[in-house]
């Protein structure tokens, strides 16, 4: 503060003096005035200690905090250290997405000893890939599914409009139908965007009932059946809880609430939406698979499912055993890993709430094996899906399909600027500014989006070929292996042993659990 004080008396002197002899001096009050204004705005307020004893100077702290995470990601960071996704992933999303040369050279960055190293085993007589299936699909629809799904092993993850933009939504969509995947809308309702491209859409539902809600914020089946009968949406998934905020419930920033949001949703332009962490249509394990049937009717018989992030175990048993009681099973349940991605969510909830996709989908496939009803209900594995290897992985862990939303993002243009929260991100994915908006152009990118897409799927085939399958979902446990000390290699099978059919319904396990409560 002295140095300023003394600096704008200076400065102001000696301009005065200069200018007394040579006049043109004084257009250095142009430049030196506005400092002066700045410095003392930052000695007036009282927010930043550094400001206030460093003025001027001390704004250096927050500009460089600012583009500290753009230094590190491409002149720090190796490309195997980036986080949350490293840059050798974010690499082969983009080549993939451009049609750019997807291939590397020189032999593996990874550290093949380290612990936590994974592979997956080939085959001596592996498949010819020319002659596999490119699309592999997986039909969604129990017994009481009138208009059953034929999906993709890879689709667009949830992403409300909202928290990515028009422009975004559009590209997604039409990278969907372009590629023969599904696009699912995240909870904040169905709009325009998801629809004007003509691509799949799987509609989630989520505790605020977006889309689908009276005035006083509950489930209006009116509404619901009315807006699940368009011939685009293929399936309905209610979200009981997501792997980045299991337990929170979704924000919507209110720089990003905008009137057209708004109406969509069903709730007041410019305020922070926060969707419950509880869903008030039903409150018991019992309950919750009724609705599900509910839903299903009223939709007249589409693929109906729920998503969650795998908490405290015995509430799952407790969904089995209400499923068991009631013969009401969901077409499929989307299982998140608490290393899932969203746009704005509390860090405690993000970094250390949830379980992990792998060992959540492991638990969920080996429980409905347990009870003898998986082969009632398809498993969506979500939760860092980037490649090909990560589709087979889930696959080998139980997944009928996977779903991706970063990878989606990234193939759109997405450089992990890490401001989704901000309303700044650079790319224009996820914002509600026009300006920046305007730099995503979807005719451009709804191609790369499909382009990502074939190619992944691609890759998951070639390494099934490779493994001497003829089909992804052949992959077992036993063709994974990870590292999991320097000279200790364990396969998924015993790091995940599975449990033999019917095995849970002589088990203590579920006469310990009620349907009537959680």
Known sequence: MKGFIAFSFGSVALIAALG???????????????????????????????????????RLRYFMEDIRPKIYQYFVESDIDGSPINRVDRSTIYQRAKRELNSQPFGTQF??????????????????????????RVLFGGDECTQPYSASILNVSAMSYGSLSSNAVEALNGGAKIGGFAHNTGEGGISEHHLNQGGDIIWQIGTGYFGCRNEEGNFDEKLFAEKSALPQIKMIELKISQGA??????????????????????????????????????????????????????????????????GQKPEFHAICKAMLETGCYPDFITIDGGEGGTGAAPPEFSNSVGMPLMDALAFVHDTLKGYNIRHK?????????????????????????????????????CIQALVCNTNRCPTGVATQDKWLMAGLVV??????????????????????????LTDPHQITRSHISRRVFMNQVRSFEEIYPGTPVGALLNDNVIESVSSDRW
């Open 20 to 58: 007394y002899f040579f006049p043109w001096t004084y257009w250095l009050l142009v430049l030196i005035i506005p400092l002066i204004i700045m410095g003392l705005i930052d000695i007036s307020q009282k927010k930043h200690a550094i400001m206030r004893n460093y003025p001027i100077v001390g």
């Open 111 to 136: 550290n093949v000893y380290a612990e936590g190293y994974e592979w997956m085993a080939h085959s001596i007589q592996p498949r010819s890939f020319d002659k596999m299936n490119k699309d592999p």
């Open 245 to 310: 905020k299991p337990g929170h419930g979704g924000i919507l920033p209110a720089s990003k609430n905008t009137p057209e949001i708004a109406a969509i949703r069903h709730v007041k332009p410019n305020t922070t939406v926060a969707s419950p962490p509880y869903h008030t249509a039903f409150n018991t394990p019992r309950q919750m698979v009724t609705f599900i049937s509910q839903l299903r009717k009223l939709s007249g018989g589409k693929p109906v499912g729920f998503k969650l992030c795998i």
């Open 377 to 413: 209900v398809k498993l969506i594995a979500s939760g860092k899906v980037l490649t090909g290897y990560h589709i087979l992985r889930a696959m080998a862990l139980g997944a009928d399909t996977c779903n991706s939303a970063r990878a989606m993002m990234m193939a759109l243009g």
């Open 443 to 468: 005719e451009d990118k709804k191609h790369r989006v499909a382009n990502y897409h074939r190619d992944t799927v691609e890759s998951a085939i070639e390494l099934t070929a490779a493994a001497g």
